[in-house]
């Protein structure tokens, strides 16, 4: 995984999880933004962390939907992965060309699907 130097947002909600994300994305030379477990908190990441190179998005976060948090990445320019247990067909059109990585992940797939979206 090379995350050398790259700052990268973890929007998680599962708590062993993102823990794992963080360990091994720190291990790996990132500097992990959060992680944020609500949509709100991501959002508040997103307009106060200044530059982020990637993120990582549970797309269910307490019942709610990441999609507003994938927007404003996109936005900004910010490539991002989307990790969950939902079938491909929830993700609406717009994100076809964002990676999905199924639970139960492995952070170390999780980081080179991330990396390759940013290269």
Known sequence: MKLEGKRILLVEDEYFIVQDLARAFTAA???VVGPAAT????????????TLDGAVLDINLQGEMVYPVADALMTRGVAFVFS??????VIPARYDGYARCEKPISPEQVGQTLFSSMA
Do not use: E
């Not at 949509?39 to 962390?49: C, G, M, N, P, Y």
């Not at 969950?84 to 067909?89: F, I």
């Open 84 to 89: 969950t247990g939902y079938d491909g067909d």
């Open 29 to 31: 030379g990132a500097t």
């Open 39 to 50: 949509l709100t908190d991501a959002l508040k990441l997103i307009a106060s962390s200044g």
